[in-house]
């Protein structure tokens, strides 16, 4: 079957997998938990649901006993492709081609489409026409605001997770499943509502206006993005930390505990820990219960803060938001008269940039969504794993995370038969994250052995170089380029610096507020990177490949987010 204990067979069905997009969601290999308590029953149907809901699938075009829309090899996890294509068979007015630019961005060695015979489908293609009718016309979303309201009550009512037994436990973490997978089917719809928006504009912008670039330029600073809000929030509290540099500059370790004690840190503390209420399920890897997130490890909410905190006013994200808000709002008015000889047409476009500021904001409150629920199995899980380690069983509390769901309740009769089996996975695990698992499957995942080992040894290109990759968020900067591999490397990007990361989460985020711009080894034009910095107003170049190993650490470069390009200088 597989190395790893949750690994699966490719789908003969839709062989074609990517690390594409869910490499921002699962950086990292997979814990056996997560996967059994969400991937498995919950994301799996979930996604399922969703396209029956779009109307682009009906469910039983998919395997009854086996995942096929996601996929664990090797321990990593992936997203099919070829069904994601029939998507784009299926939706008028898009192709498999525009949806493997969302998905993949610029990334060589793409296997072509190969149409097969039941990839369109008239009956789909008439129900798909409802569901854009409803995309292109709406004016609101209220159900989210209504998932928002039962996530925030789930969060208040959280109990002392000390006082639970450890059965009551398990009741708990299990009981959120069907809400996640009600909230996950949710994110699938507005999730290719918002692919298919883009979709749209990319078009009308390449065909009918000749400047496939305007694309990006029209759904910039839209507003109301959830990933975007830590960073608003973050900004503020390195402004009211101004005068506790002192602490600050001794480091974040300790950080606020010596702010605890400082009377005069009373309020920035008060703040903190409101910012910790409302934002602590957010963290590296978040959709992983095995990470840590700004509530179980506050120090990673502190680097970003600091960051801030000696940033001048002119990285205030606001100010760029609206910039490029007022920006938008000019292109739009300046290109929808061009289309008045086509009235369909711009009809179309004006319709569809609207949507986009429906949309794109829903695809990320859905996912905020997702993530506080999952903090709460987290929380849960790390409590049962604290009282594994008091008993001597787990060396640290994460280790409950290398346990699969159904083996928990025969775990808490007998702690110590699975000692070993803990310790095992936890070694194989380690070793599964030292490789690079392959971009694409075809049909074939190949031998372990066979994967090449992670290498971040830097391959420089020379002075004057242009790397090509996928417009962003437009706009030029010219700053040293700041290579980081894991946000908990924050504290060495200084205001006005280029962040070069290899693939960015939310819990990247605060750090674009100080970069003067973002350059992404992989992404695609509603991946996280892109999302985020068109709201918060920073040129952002994603799918260049090998950024993190050939640009220098420490050289100067420019980035135009317009056209996709990083020279080297």
């Known amino acids: 079957m597989g190395i790893w204990v949750v690994d699966n067979e490719p789908s003969k069905r839709y062989p074609i997998y990517t690390r594409g997009n869910v490499g921002e969601v699962f950086p990292d290999a997979v814990a056996p938990l997560s996967w059994t308590m969400f991937g498995i029953p919950g994301a799996e149907p979930g996604w399922r649901r969703g396209f029956a809901q779009f109307g ?14 996601l996929g664990v090899f090797g321990g990593y996890a992936y997203l099919n492709v070829s069904i994601s294509r029939i998507f784009g ?28 015979p039941t990839d369109e489908s008239p009956e789909h293609t008439e129900r798909i026409q409802q569901t854009l009718g409803w995309i292109f ?13 039962r996530v925030r009550a789930i969060r208040e009512s959280r109990p002392d997770l000390t006082k ?104 920035f503390v008060a703040r903190f820990e409101a910012f910790l209420y409302e934002f602590g399920s957010r963290g590296p890897n978040e959709w992983e219960m095995r990470c840590p997130t700004w509530e179980t490890k506050p120090e990673l909410a502190l680097v970003a803060i600091d960051r801030m905190r ?31 000889p086509a009235p369909e047409v711009q009809g179309q476009l004006a319709a569809a940039l609207r949507a986009a500021t429906i949309f794109l904001p829903a695809r990320e409150r859905t996912k905020t969504t997702i993530i506080k629920i999952t903090q709460e ?57 030292t490789l690079e698992p392959p971009f694409i499957i075809n049909g074939v995942v190949p031998p372990i052995e066979e994967w090449l080992v992670r290498d971040d040894t830097p391959q420089p290109v020379e002075q004057g170089t242009v790397l090509t990759g996928l417009a962003g968020c437009p706009g030029t ?41 973002v350059v992404v080894d992989v992404g695609a034009p509603i991946s996280h990177a892109v999302i985020v910095s068109r709201e918060l ?24 987010g317009t056209h996709g390009t990083v020279t080297v200088l």
């Open 56 to 69: 682009v699938f009906d469910e039983d075009e998919f395997s009854p006993d086996n995942l096929e829309i």
């Open 89 to 116: 068979v299926r939706v008028p007015g898009l192709t498999p081609e525009l949806v493997d630019q969302s998905i993949w961005g610029e990334m060589p060695g793409v296997p072509p489409y190969a149409p097969q």
């Open 137 to 149: 016309t709406a004016n609101d979303f209220p159900e989210l605001r209504e998932d928002q309201e």
């Open 164 to 267: 639970l037994s450890d059965e009551e436990l398990l009741i708990r973490m299990r009981s959120f499943r069907e809400i996640f997978t009600e909230l996950f089917a949710r994110h699938m719809v507005t999730s290719y509502a918002a692919l298919t928006v883009v979709g749209t504009i990319v078009g009308i912008c390449d065909q009918a206006l000749g400047d496939a670039s305007l694309a990006m330029r029209l759904v910039s600073g839209v507003g109301d993005v959830d990933s975007a809000a830590p960073s608003f929030a973050m900004w503020d509290l390195g402004r009211a930390a101004a005068d506790l540099g002192d602490e600050f500059d001794k480091g974040i370790d300790g950080l606020l505990d010596r702010l605890r004690a400082k009377p005069e840190a009373k309020d």
């Open 310 to 340: 000696v940033s001048d006013e002119s990285g205030d994200p606001r100010a760029h938001q609206s910039r490029l808000a007022a920006e938008r709002e000019a292109i739009a008015a300046d290109v929808l008269p061009k289309l008045e």
């Open 377 to 433: 199995v987290r929380l849960t899980a790390r409590e049962l794993g604290r009282r594994m380690v008091e008993l001597g069983i787990f060396e640290i509390p994460e280790n409950i995370g290398m346990l699969r769901d159904d083996e928990l309740d025969a775990f808490i009769s007998d702690p110590e038969g699975f000692r070993d089996i803990v310790r095992d996975r936890e070694l194989l695990f380690e070793r599964l994250q």
């Open 477 to 517: 900067a010219t700053g040293r380029a700041r290579v980081i591999h894991s946000p908990f490397e924050g504290h060495d990007l200084e205001p006005g610096d280029v962040l070069v990361a290899p693939i960015t989460d939310p819990s990247w985020t605060p750090l674009f507020v100080p970069a003067c711009a």
């Open 537 to 560: 107003g920073i040129p952002c170049v994603v799918s260049v490949t090998g950024a993190t190993r050939k640009i220098p650490d420490g050289a100067m470069v420019e980035v135009d």
